[in-house]
């Protein structure tokens, strides 16, 4: 029982930077996994970070690896998307999704139990 709302998104140019923020309801939000997909338009939904419950092991797509960052803060319950260096290629649509309780890793969209209703991103070249 995890609902997920995304912000942070908008419009930025080629090389700048946003920060996508995920606040969460739910009292077990410290025993989700979390993740970040997106969606392109035309593409398939696409993992992009995750991070468990222990806020140490983290996973990135390798084309945003050095260059986001994923990380939470369980007191706030909010997870974040620290994106640097943003390409055109990054725009899609981005989406906070947790696993179930004590769920680890995966990059499957379909093992996500929660879904944000994503925030858009769009870098222009």
């Known amino acids: 029982q995890v609902q997920l709302v995304e912000s942070g998104g908008g419009l930025v140019q080629a090389g700048g930077s946003l920060r996508l923020s995920c606040a969460a309801s739910g009292r077990t939000f410290s025993e989700h996994f979390m993740g970040w997909f997106r969606q392109a338009p035309g593409k398939q939904r696409v993992f992009v970070a995750g991070?468990?419950?222990?806020?140490?092991?983290?996973y990135y797509l390798d084309s945003v690896k050095g260059r986001f960052t994923i990380s939470r803060d369980n007191l706030l319950t909010t997870v974040y998307l620290q994106m640097n260096s943003l390409k055109p290629e990054d725009t899609a649509i981005y989406y906070c999704a947790a696993r179930n309780i004590w769920a680890g890793y995966s990059d499957y969209e379909g093992s996500y139990s929660y879904w944000g209703q994503g925030t858009q991103v769009t870098v222009s070249s």
């Open positions: 991070i468990d419950w222990s806020t140490i092991d983290t």
